[in-house]
């Protein structure tokens, strides 16, 4: 037995590559380099450059620990005392966020710079852009939000008599009216742990590559949902009557003779059934024409 489900999936981004730049730092923005919202960047691209006073004080602490760690080789060779200093400087623009890039410039040409670069920590789509040149900018501020769609999520509902079929790491497949002629593979991720109490459905979340770029948030699809296979026992599902409070399977006993039985049903594809208690392999039923 083995079988697909199918229902509707909503595509979304994937929470765990929504990235937000924030500052850590109060200043001036200088320049804006990612200028609008839908703008594509890279890993590392420049996106605006700031001017901050504290900076600047971090940055000129940096050159005379540097200065300093010179002056104490070259006089008692005290190279220790110089070395902590120059750490403690560098530690404080790191975790500043300054790029690393900046402090090995620094370092090499012991000058401190008025304006540092901030760059994107991931490769995405700007979402958010909420500066532009000449403002100020305050410590803990969140100019941008990007996200990354190389890789995106599928909601589908599934409902709840459904859901003991899935399983995470179960195939996905994902079509689309707006892309025709192309299926698009993934893996259920999560599955919600609480049902919409109006749908009786859950949230299940198929994780699909997405490295061109095709899909995008809120488009809509048809999601097949794979089961894994395995050995039971299946019978047509035309052949049970159900009574609401028990499904019955007539037998052929022969010479014209039928028997009720009761039979404890499992899973379905709509064809067919399975029968996890009441027959037996080989046994005759009746498919068609129950009730005469």
Excluded: C
Aim: glycine content about 10%.
């Amino acid at each position: 037995i083995s079988g697909a489900l199918r229902t509707t999936g909503r595509v979304a981004v994937d929470e765990t590559r929504v990235h937000k730049v924030n500052v850590k730092f109060g200043g001036f923005v200088e320049t804006v380099q990612a200028d609008f919202v839908g703008r594509t960047v890279q890993r590392g691209e420049p996106l605006f450059s700031i001017y901050s006073p504290e900076l600047l004080a971090a940055q000129e602490d940096l050159v005379l620990a540097l200065k300093t760690q010179q002056d104490l080789a070259s006089a008692k060779g005290l190279v220790g005392n110089g070395d902590d200093l120059v750490a403690s400087a560098r530690r404080k623009l790191q975790l500043w966020d300054v790029p690393a890039a900046t402090i090995a410039r620094i370092e090499q040409t012991k000058q401190a710079e008025r304006t540092v670069t901030v760059t994107s920590p991931t490769g995405g789509v700007v979402v958010k852009k909420e500066i532009v040149p000449g403002m100020r900018i305050e410590a803990g501020g969140m100019p941008y939000e990007i996200w990354d769609l190389s890789s995106i999520w599928v909601l589908a509902d599934v409902y709840e008599t459904e859901l003991q079929q899935v399983k995470v790491g179960s195939p996905a497949a994902l079509t689309l009216k707006a892309i025709p002629g192309k299926e698009f593979q993934g893996r259920v991720a999560f599955i919600d742990p609480v049902l919409d109490p109006k749908t009786r459905t859950a949230k299940v979340r198929i994780a699909v590559a997405n490295p061109g770029g095709l899909l995008k948030p809120e488009m809509f699809g048809e999601v097949v949902l794979g089961t894994p296979p395995r050995k039971a026992l299946r019978i047509p599902t035309d052949a049970v009557i159900d009574s609401g409070t028990r499904s019955v399977v007539f037998v052929a006993l022969g010479d014209g003779k039928f028997q009720p039985r009761v039979v404890r049903l499992g899973a379905t594809d709509g064809d067919q059934i399975e029968v996890q208690d009441g027959l037996a392999a080989g046994d005759q039923i009746v498919t068609r024409a129950n009730f005469l």
